[in-house]
């Protein structure tokens, strides 16, 4: 049984903070990845960010690189993403997922074995 749970979206304007937690519930998983893709309407879904569970190694999206923060907390087993400057582009479902597999590609979807449900960002302009 593994459960993840997002947090933290809402309706900002742009230029607006909001930071989202997710909280991983997996008794005897170990997972070396978690991240997060983002969705809009009629679109797939895209990578956003990640980060090694072990080391603390990051990999941002290139619209979001300097405005995003990923971080984790091993001892709560939760990462959360700090996102700053918001962009109406920015606008989507957002979904935190982690991965299992040691040779799992951060930026692929594939790679990511369990998903939440997803919180929702809408920034205005």
């Known amino acids: 049984q593994v459960q993840l749970r997002e947090s933290g979206g809402g309706l900002v304007q742009a230029g607006d903070s909001l930071t989202l937690s997710c909280q991983l519930d997996a008794p005897s998983l170990t997972h070396y990845i978690m991240g997060w893709f983002r969705q809009a309407p009629g679109k797939g879904r895209e990578f956003v960010s990640a980060?090694?569970?072990?080391?603390?190694?990051?990999d941002y999206e290139d619209s979001v690189k300097g405005r995003f923060t990923i971080s984790r907390d091993k001892s709560k087993n939760m990462v959360h993403l700090q996102m700053n400057d918001l962009k109406p582009e920015d606008t989507a479902a957002y979904f935190c997922g982690t991965g299992v597999r040691l040779d799992g590609t951060s930026r692929e979807k594939t790679s990511y074995d369990y998903w939440g449900v997803g919180t929702q960002v809408t920034v205005t302009s």
């Open positions: 980060i090694k569970w072990f080391n603390g190694v990051t």
